[in-house]
């Protein structure tokens, strides 16, 4: 088991890992909308967080050896479900290849983010 890291992502705000590395495979931690640099929430509306989380998650992944095209799975929680449709064309972007995906609305995330997705690649 091998802990990845890398300061082109937010470091975790608490007692865990940007992501795990476990026999080929990468477990990403939920990545929100943060500034890797400042530690702020980067917009005010679902597309500018959501490139925000794409971009902090694809550097997690390059950080592990591998890219979005190697993605399995995503989770995808949304602060509100309304927000779907515009989510899914930024995640489009960066998510091509179709992997299993779970996506719910839920109650809150951290730092008040509309956004946090977590992905499992190979590696």
């Known amino acids: ?60 992944l390059e950080e592990a050896g591998t890219s979005f095209d190697k993605v399995i799975k995503t989770t ?9 449709v515009p989510f899914n064309e930024v995640y489009g972007e960066y998510i091509t290849s179709a992997p299993a995906r779970s996506c719910v609305e839920v109650k809150g995330l951290p730092k008040g983010a509309l956004v946090e997705v977590e992905v499992i690649a190979q590696i």
């Open 76 to 84: 995808c929680f949304l602060a509100d479900i309304n927000d779907f």
């Open 1 to 60: 088991m091998e802990k990845i890291s890398t300061n082109k992502a937010p470091k975790a705000i608490g007692p865990y890992s940007q992501a795990i590395s476990v026999n080929g495979t990468v477990y990403t931690s939920g990545q929100i909308a943060l500034d890797p640099e400042k530690g702020v929430i980067v917009g005010d509306e679902i597309k500018s967080q959501t490139e925000r989380v794409m971009k902090n998650l694809q550097a997690v």
